[in-house]
């Protein structure tokens, strides 16, 4: 018998490894900021219809590519911020596993407009399930313009499974959400259907919360602060007394990327103690800054997971600090013992 295991063709594999990159139209939405984050963009549009599922399209102001690197962007493991596997332990950007690209071109229709600030041309592309379908020069302005239409469209049992529009809207924002408090020095907007959804001028933190979150939140803000030699921490906590019965304002930032760890959550909360009525949860966006040699954020594809090192120091540090700006700000339980 002859021998039967062969390499898959590079479309089946980026297909394959698209299943675990996007799940939905928000994962797309995420990659895809991120980019424009990593290119040093201080300019991002995005632009959704059908909540993502016929067009996702972001547009920035950052570097932009040359005409080789765009054809090259979209082939899987291609990147320009890593280049060895020491540089995984010292990663400052979003990305660096050149993945993203190549899956959302195996499973949608994308076209690609970009040029850099020197170049007087730039650089179109049109790629539909892997293959490139047309390159050619164009006038462009400087940056990138991405569109990618019908996601899933070549799968259909995983376009079937999309949620309805509002809850993939709902993702979609809660993606935009994060990198736009990760980002307050960057002017953001969201576009969905034709509506303006967001407007976020370039602003501090403080004024991007409040811009994002609701207006009342600027009374409600304390802020925390703490500088040691494992972490340097900074943001704000939501004052006691108008925490949620629900989950949803609660943001970790490791390094700007925005972080599920139910462990840190847990410093968080216990340093409000009995300060928090039963069964609510309390606004905070902190973010961690730590040498990325400490940390491991490439446990899972999509990098909202981290193994820390000093995990326990960390939660002490963020226990502490927090009880610390609750104490300064002199906030006495909403209880009245009194009575
Ligand atoms: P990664 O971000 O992990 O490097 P991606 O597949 O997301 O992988 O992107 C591949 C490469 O394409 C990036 O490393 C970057 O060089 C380039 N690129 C992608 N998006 C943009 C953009 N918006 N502006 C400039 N370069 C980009
Ligand atoms: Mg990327």
Do not use: W
Not at 3 to 26: K, T
Not at 172 to 200: C, K, N, S
Not at 207 to 216: A, D, M
Request: net charge negative; hydrophobic share 40%; with cysteine.
């Amino acid at each position: 018998m002859s021998d039967i295991i062969q390499l898959l063709p590079d479309s089946v594999a980026n297909q394959i490894a698209a299943g675990e990159v996007v799940q939905r139209p928000a994962s797309a939405v995420k990659e895809l900021i991120e980019n424009a984050i990593d290119a040093g963009a201080d300019k991002i549009q995005l632009i959704v219809k059908d909540a993502g599922k016929s067009l996702i399209q972001v547009i920035d102001n950052g570097c932009g590519m040359s005409g080789t690197d765009a054809r090259m962007s979209f082939e899987r493991h291609a990147t320009s911020k890593i280049k060895k596997a020491d540089d995984l332990f010292a990663i400052r950007t979003m990305g660096f596993r050149g993945e993203a690209l190549a899956s959302i071109a195996a499973i949608a229709q994308v076209e690609l407009k970009t040029r850099r600030h020197e170049d007087e041309l730039g650089t179109q592309l049109f790629i539909e399930a892997s293959e490139v379908l047309k390159q050619e020069a164009c006038s462009a302005t400087p940056g990138t313009s991405i569109s990618v239409k019908n996601l899933f469209y070549n799968i259909p049992a995983r376009r079937n499974f999309l949620k309805s529009n509002p809850v993939e809207m709902r993702h979609i924002i809660d993606e935009f959400q994060r990198v736009a408090l990760a980002h307050p020095e960057v002017f953001f907007t969201l576009h969905h259907d034709g509506q303006e959804v967001y407007h976020l001028p370039a602003v501090t933190l403080k004024q991007r919360i409040v811009h994002l979150l609701g207006n009342n939140y600027n009374q409600r803000l304390v802020p925390v602060e703490e500088d040691t030699t494992i972490i340097k921490l900074n943001g704000f906590v939501g004052k006691p007394e108008f925490a949620r019965k629900t989950r949803g304002e609660q943001f970790f930032f490791v390094n700007n990327r925005f972080i599920k760890d139910a462990y840190l959550n847990h410093a968080v909360l216990t340093a409000f103690e009995e300060l928090l009525p039963d069964e609510s949860f309390p606004l905070y966006v902190l973010f961690i800054d730590i040498d990325p040699s400490k940390i491991d954020i490439n446990v899972h594809p999509t990098k909202t997971e981290i193994k820390y090192q000093d995990e326990k120091a960390i939660y002490a540090i963020i226990r502490s600090a927090v009880k610390r700006s609750l104490g300064r700000y002199n906030i006495t339980p909403s209880l009245d013992f009194d009575q």
